[in-house]
């Protein structure tokens, strides 16, 4: 089952600051917090991940609480393309299956960018 | 090349065809995956293959065989499938032996049983 908490759904107008939130509060200490996103008819892209720290790269910001229980993904501008469904995921520490990792999604949340 | 192809992009088949969905990458990666998506759903993992070995099988059922004949190619042969099996079926792939696991993933084939 998935390990995480989201939103079903959120608007958001676009130029605007995009927060989705995240809840994993049984995250352990090893596991990481993973982001994809899935553009309609699309198959899910990676967006950022992290353990404790902040991340940020090219696409968007990740902020983890300091108890690691809930993180938010942040997208500085959002534009119409930025349209999707958002998955958090907590990554399991131990590899599986001979060195790769179960990715477990969860319902996600539907971002609707409003011109 | 970050691409991970994915064909035919649809299928539509009968309970009684036999068809094979193709998956293919270029970079290197090690571990492939298939993944079932059914509509308004999340993907849900089937198979893991790493180094060309089948590694993890999530309890799908013998009429869906996976098949990794080499490194940058993965098969998906279908078989005797239910209209249930009507779905997008997901390709990805991935490094192995590191701790970042970022999974490519293809554009899906969609599938109809009738």
């Known amino acids: 089952d998935a390990k995480t908490t989201q939103p079903t759904s959120m608007d958001c107008a676009e130029g605007r600051a995009a927060n989705l939130p995240c809840n994993h509060s049984?995250?352990?200490?090893?596991?990481?917090v993973y982001w994809y996103r899935q553009i309609h008819s699309q198959g899910p892209q990676y967006i950022i991940h992290?353990?404790?720290n902040n991340e940020t790269n090219e696409m968007a910001s990740l902020i983890i609480t300091e108890d690691r229980k809930s993180s938010t993904l942040i997208l500085p501008h959002a534009t119409l393309r930025d349209t999707a469904v958002y998955y958090c995921?907590?990554?399991?520490?131990?590899?599986?299956?001979?060195?790769?990792?179960?990715?477990?999604f969860g319902k996600g949340t539907k971002l609707s960018v409003i011109p | 090349d970050t691409e991970v192809t994915q064909t035919p992009k649809h299928l539509v088949m009968g309970m009684t065809n036999k068809k094979s969905l193709k998956c293919e990458q270029h970079?290197?990666?090690?571990?492939m995956y298939w993944y079932k998506q059914k509509a308004k759903k999340p993907p849900e993992l089937m198979f893991v293959?790493?180094?060309?070995?089948?590694?993890i099988n999530e309890s799908v059922p013998s009429r869906f065989s996976p098949e990794c004949p080499n490194s940058s190619l993965l098969n998906l042969h279908l078989h005797a499938l239910q209209p249930e099996d009507s779905a997008l079926y997901l390709c990805a792939s991935s490094q192995l032996g590191t701790s970042h696991n970022e999974q490519f993933f293809g554009p899906g084939t969609r599938l109809t049983v009738l």
């Open positions: 970079m290197g990666h090690r571990a």
């Open positions: 995921i907590v990554r399991p520490t131990v590899p599986s299956g001979a060195g790769s990792y179960q990715l477990t």
């Open positions: 049984t995250i352990s200490g090893n596991e990481y």
């Open positions: 992290g353990l404790k």
């Open positions: 293959y790493s180094y060309e070995k089948l590694s």
